[in-house]
Structure formats: structure tokens, C-alpha cells
């Protein structure tokens, strides 16, 4: 009789044990099958990246300093859809003939958070440069911007809008801030 109940009881552990492990690999299937229903489902509600297809842009000044200028760029999605950008734009000026003047963008540090943008919401980045003239600044004719293009982050192509804010000095530069939520300052 005593050899009946240590089978037994061997059998009972065994399949305790059996029991836990098929358990054990169902929850994990489970939770690997859970979670990716979860990131497809995360993915497929994830709004498109803003390009130039999506954003309109305009420039308006903002109140000068001694020698010093500021602008806000204020890209707007004009699109029927949500759309999210992140980071810096691209920036180039150009002249009247459509060429480039010499431009050299500076990204001042900062937090560049994910924005979501929802039909008509704007984003925007300060611009900051300066009309005192360096060692070296070319003549008035070589440094008169009448345009600007601006690239969207992560972007290839650009979106160009008038530039009737003067000259950029020492050597084309231009500060800019990443890109927030809201039209900006006024």
C-alpha cells in the first residue's frame, strides 16, 4: 500500500509541475501576443509626420532691439488630418533672383518635445540675428534677403515665403529655438 501512494503522489507532482509550465507559456504567449496588438494598434492611431504637403508657413518680426532682430516662423497644418513634427527647421535665404544667400543656421539647446497637430494648429520657431556688420561683411547688394525657405524637420523639401526683414549680418547668422506649439510670440 505504501508503494501506491509514493506513485501516486509522484504522478501528482508531475503533473502539478506539467500543469505550471503549460500555464507559464500561455501567459507568455499571451502577453507577446497582447503586446503586440497593443503596438499595432499604437502605430496605426499614430498621425502622420508634418511635410510640406501638410504645413503652410509664414514669417512675422518681432519687436527689434539695438542692432539686434527677431522673427517668429510659424508653420500651420492645413491639412484635414493630425499630423506631429519635432525639432529644428532648415533655413535658407535667398536672394532675388531666387539664389542663395549665405546662411548659417545655430540651433540654440532646448527641449525638443513631440508635437501633435490637429487641423489648423500652428507651431513655431523664434529666429534671432543681428544687423551689425563684422570685419568682412559683404556689400549691401550680396547680404539683401527677399526670401526664405524653410524645411520641416526631417524633411527634404521646403516651403518658401517672402523675407522683408532686412539684412542678416555677421556672415548669415541666424539663432533659432526648436519648434513649439502655438503661433508664438506677437
Same mark, same amino acid.
Given at each position: ?9 509522484? /504522478? =501528482? ?14 501567459? !507568455?504567449?499571451?502577453?507577446? &501576443?497582447? +503586446?503586440?496588438?497593443?503596438?499595432? @494598434? ?5 498621425? +502622420? ?10 514669417? %512675422? ?19 484635414? #488630418? $493630425? /499630423?506631429?513634427?519635432? *525639432? ?10 531666387? #539664389?542663395?544667400?549665405? !546662411? ?18 500652428? /507651431? %513655431?520657431?523664434?529666429? %534671432?540675428? =543681428?544687423?551689425?556688420?563684422? !570685419?568682412?561683411?559683404?556689400?549691401? +547688394? ?8 524653410? $524645411?520641416?524637420?526631417?524633411? @527634404?523639401? %521646403?516651403?518658401? =515665403? ?7 549680418? &555677421? ?9 513649439? #506649439? *502655438?503661433?508664438?510670440?506677437?
Amino acid at each position: 500500500m505504501r508503494n501506491n501512494q509514493r506513485t501516486r503522489l509522484r /504522478v =501528482t507532482s508531475g503533473a502539478i509541475a506539467a500543469a505550471s509550465a503549460l500555464a507559464l507559456v500561455g501567459f !507568455t504567449a499571451g502577453s507577446s &501576443q497582447a +503586446a503586440a496588438a497593443s503596438q499595432s @494598434r499604437t502605430t496605426a492611431a499614430r498621425p +502622420a509626420w508634418a511635410d510640406t504637403s501638410s504645413l503652410s508657413v509664414r514669417i %512675422h518680426a518681432l519687436d527689434p532691439g539695438a542692432g539686434q532682430r527677431y522673427a517668429s516662423v510659424v508653420l500651420t497644418n492645413r491639412t484635414h #488630418k $493630425t /499630423v506631429r513634427t519635432q *525639432g529644428y527647421v532648415g533655413l535658407q535665404l535667398l536672394n532675388s533672383h531666387g #539664389k542663395n544667400v549665405t !546662411t548659417r543656421v545655430v540651433r540654440d539647446a532646448g527641449h525638443t518635445p513631440l508635437i501633435t497637430l490637429k487641423p489648423g494648429q500652428s /507651431v %513655431h520657431t523664434t529666429l %534671432h540675428w =543681428t544687423i551689425v556688420g563684422s !570685419t568682412g561683411e559683404p556689400t549691401k +547688394a550680396e547680404k539683401n534677403p527677399t526670401g526664405l525657405e524653410v $524645411t520641416p524637420p526631417d524633411s @527634404r523639401h %521646403h516651403l518658401t =515665403t517672402a523675407w522683408k526683414l532686412g539684412d542678416v549680418l &555677421q556672415k548669415g547668422r541666424i539663432d533659432i529655438t526648436p519648434l513649439a #506649439k *502655438g503661433s508664438g510670440p506677437k
